[in-house]
């Protein structure tokens, strides 16, 4: 099976193209370093020409409103172009619980790029993961201020990049879901728990302090973005990740 794996080259997509390979599958890896721009659509006809699957892992490079523009165009660029080569399965990465929070702009252009892609002609599946452990530094710094960290007590459910990455190589490699797998790690925490966690593992001299008015995820309504009932529950706990 041969599948174009847009944004191939960053976290997760370079994992599934390393995992789709020593699978058997020829995985090509895609992004704006190999001459694809899919904002501009340059390269992207070339890039899924021939593919049996497109997975389309890109991200926006900012998590304000211009997000919304990101995804409507890279989507519509991304479907487009499929349409034209006769791909019979496209799968993109999202969000657990995306859904369920519209008050932060990057979420409400997670949505517009799922439906897009529910309401195009091609055959498709959804991953939605929880939020990835390598994220937890970057969402230390977010509301960091000297040597305090302000995080709201909201529900987490940390799951590593490697085990998103094993999901969306099966995932693409089967037959396209038509829906949504819903995935996760094993544990939750709340937010300023795990920043604590993390920053006694590092031995970071930092104190997190409780705000639940503080950072992106304040923006977050009770456990919205933990696994639903139906979620394929991941291995590698926090804890062990961190050691």
Known sequence: MKLAVIGGTGLIGSQVVKKLNAAG???VPH???TGVDIIEGQGLEEAVAGADVVINLTNSPTFDAASLDFFRTSMENILTASAKAHVGHVVILSIVGVDQVPDLDYYRAKVLQEDMLKAGTIPY???R???F???MDA???MTTE????RLP???IQPIAADDVSSAVAEVAAGSPLNGVLNIAGPDVYPLDELGRITITAKGDGRNVVTDDDAGMFAAVPGDVIVAPKDARIAATRYTDWLS
């Open 25 to 27: 599958h020829e995985a």
């Open 31 to 33: 992004s704006l370093s």
């Open 125 to 127: 599946s959804i991953v």
């Open 129 to 131: 993961a929880t939020q």
């Open 133 to 135: 452990m390598e994220f």
């Open 139 to 141: 969402t230390l710094a």
């Open 146 to 149: 000297g040597d305090t960290v």
């Open 153 to 155: 007590r909201t529900p």
